[in-house]
């Protein structure tokens, strides 16, 4: 059962991420990358990840829905209504894909991959949120703080006045 | 079939109405909220929402092609009434509503219904613009280019693609015309104003030479005149019991001259806006005129002591105000600084700026 | 009190009970209308008129797209729902719920805006946009919101938040927590003073376009994300179905209905507030106020967990 639903979901990664250069317009283009996103996150899930696969999903859908904003504003055909081909260099595009592709596979063939010791934790986000973070946790969280008030801070600084007059 | 029946009656029991009523027939207009107030049909916003159309009077121009477009852009069953004075408003328009009961679902082939290609009009109508916006991907399939072909524009569904132009920070972005009115919720029906968007915020604003009839309706009821305006500002402000409240005050305040009645709502209503943080958040120094802000505007039309009428002079002093303004701000502007379009005067003039 | 997990085609009767709160809610907003006859029965009559009201289209929409984004809503509210424990049950005790739930919220973001995009509709398309600013405003608030009672309870299951109420509810300890849920539910649902996307100046916003079974959708859509939030708050900070005298499920029932009427009657009492303003005071305001109840909630857990060891 699992088997099936991890090749549904792989076959579905992949062909959202083909249709991502297939359509003409950028709206479909940003969400069927969102799909693929969520396949994969529910892979993950299928993992007993479900903390990594749930987080995934958010973020990638949070990011689509932005990019959406930028591809829109920025990209030459954004709602595919006068379809354009906007591949360049295609050939030698399909030659270093493929050839990533053929050595990565082989590769995860191939490696001799360590054998588990043990069983899984219990608590499986516990330990991984221990295993990234460990120790270091509370600084982490002060650091995420100041970063984001860096960020908001930069924007501040870098524009007078917002978009609106009023 | 006894379902359906009953399913058309239930649907017809709560109609909703949408109305297009031309400048000079004011009366028409309130005898229709009074009715709907009464029996709980709903006025809405969109033609998408309605099932019935009223025209309020000689609906011509502009307006008559608007209310055209909005006709057919209402689905399913549908019904339409012409009112051309305000006795026997509401024996007419239950009328309409068992004509709704009974009315059946035609099948209609334009592209409302089908979505297929659609020639730019030559008039702008309803709320939906000059169809510009961000183009969309779906194609009906008989346009299909595969290619590189940019050259030959076969506009899509007839649409054209918005050119760029600079905006405030010199930046080159797309610039969608677009028009406001001639019918929006909270708007002097009728109005038309020609709007260049970038994103939202307004580049330049003209206001169109439009329909415009002489009557004297709002000068006999001056107090009722600024509740009604402010009852429109609270429309478009999204404080839906306010501008409930502000209707029941004009509506009395035109069967009666004196003005004991609705003192005691009045001030309520005057005492809620003037403490609404929100109010005050939105409208603080925007459309500023002759030293009053929005703000300032709206508390003073809901207090119910003196005979000013509170419209603007010409459409000038809006066009100025909404220049450079994002859209929402832009509306509440507007909302603020209305005209009488049935003015002799404003039949004369038509602004232009930007 | 523990927690029973209900069998896998539990499904369909948790559908309907979000959709029966959904109706609920609609029968609560119609009766809080200023004025009007027959306001009770006002839902099934506007039922009754979507129903037999045809599918639109406009000039050269994005149909796919347009349909996904009216009728997501729903889903989301449908997807949200099991992991929601009522009464003693649930429909899944994922361990990391609350994950669930936030993930769930963060699609709301790609829905609305397919709805406002799809139709081609220039007050459709700054609606959604008007929502996407909106979104980036209250979700951070809201992410800290859920992150309270997690560090409360100790755990990302919802049962377990449910369990950890069992002396003293959360709201007692963050109530700042539950304000910005609650005004979270309400901006998600593009309701009352968060509709700036679907408001009057935009003549109906996202909602101007859609007729028919898309429009019956998207409205049961609001009101049965209003109706899931009621009951998550309930859960989170309200301490479930616990009550003397009466049983968990009436308890549960009885206490998310006091929420929802309350998220359903701010709708016509207030302005609507607009999206880049609110974004000012989302984050330089409500940000701070919620990491400051973080920490509050973290230092309480912190002395409780060296006072029991």
Known sequence: MELVIF????????????????????????????????????????????YLGIITILMMVMEMAIMVVFMIMLMMNPGGLMPMSMFHNTRGSWLISLGTFAVLATGSLLIPWPVREGEPPADLTRALGEAIMGSKMLVMIAVSAVLFATMVSALVLSTSRGRYDS | MGMKRTLANWAASRPHILMVDAPGFTDVRIAVEQWCLRTGAVLVWTPADADVLVLGGSVEGVLAA?????????????????????????????????????????????????????????????????????????????????????????????LDMAERADDRDRLKLDAVPFSLGPVLPGWSTGLVIDIVLQGDVIQSAAARPGAAASSDFWALHPTAARFDCASRLLTVLGWQNAAASAAVVRDHHLETSEVAGPIERASRLHRQVERSRLVRAQLTGLAVVDGADARDRLLRWLTSDDDQLPFASSINAGLAAIQGLELSSARLALASLPVDLESATMSHHAGHHG | MSVTVWPVWGVLPVALAVLAFAVTAAILDSAAAPSGSRRLAATVFETARLLRQPRRSTPAPDALLWRIGTAGPLMVALLMAVVVPFGN??????????????????????????????????????????????????????????????????SLDVTDVVAAQHHQWFIVQMPVATLVFLGSVVAYSVWGPMSHPVAADLAGGMLAEPTGIDRLVALAGRYALLAVGAAMAVALFLGGGSGPWFPAWAWSAFKTLLILAILVGVRRRVPVIRAEKFMTVAWTVVLPLILLQVLVVAILAARDASGVM
């Not at chain 2, 000059?130 to 007839?158: F, L, N, V």
């Not at chain 3, 429909?91 to 936030?102: C, K, R, T």
């Not at chain 3, 081609?120 to 809201?142: C, D």
Request: without cysteine; hydrophobic residues 55%; glycine residues 8%.
């Open chain 3, 89 to 154: 049950g649930v429909l899944s005790n994922l361990n990391v719920g609350i994950v669930w739930f936030n993930a769930m919220d963060v699609l709301l973001w790609a829905l609305w805006w397919l709805a406002g995009w799809g139709p081609n509709s220039m007050v459709a398309l700054v609606g959604a946009y008007r929502f996407l600013a909106q979104a980036l405003a209250y979700e951070l608030p809201l992410m800290f919101a859920l992150t309270a009672p997690a560090v409360a309870a100790a």
């Open chain 1, 7 to 50: 090749l549904a979901m792989a076959v579905l990664a992949v062909s959202s991420g083909i249709a991502v250069f297939v359509v003409d317009s950028m709206a479909r283009a940003t969400f069927a990358l969102a799909v693929s996103f969520i396949a994969v996150g529910v892979e993950l899930i299928l993992l007993d990840m479900g």
């Open chain 2, 66 to 158: 608007a209310a055209e477009e909005l006709w057919r852009e209402m689905p399913g069953p549908r019904a339409r009434i012409q009112l051309d004075s305000a006795d026997k408003v509401a024996e007419r328009l239950d009328a309409t509503r068992r004509e709704l009961a009974a009315a059946k679902l035609e099948i209609r082939g334009d592209e409302w219904v089908s979505g297929a290609g659609h020639n730019a009009l030559a008039s702008h109508d309803g709320h939906d613009g000059h169809d510009m916006t961000g183009p969309k991907a779906e194609h009906s399939g008989h346009d299909m280019h595969a290619g590189h072909d940019m050259s030959a524009m076969s506009m899509p569904a007839g």
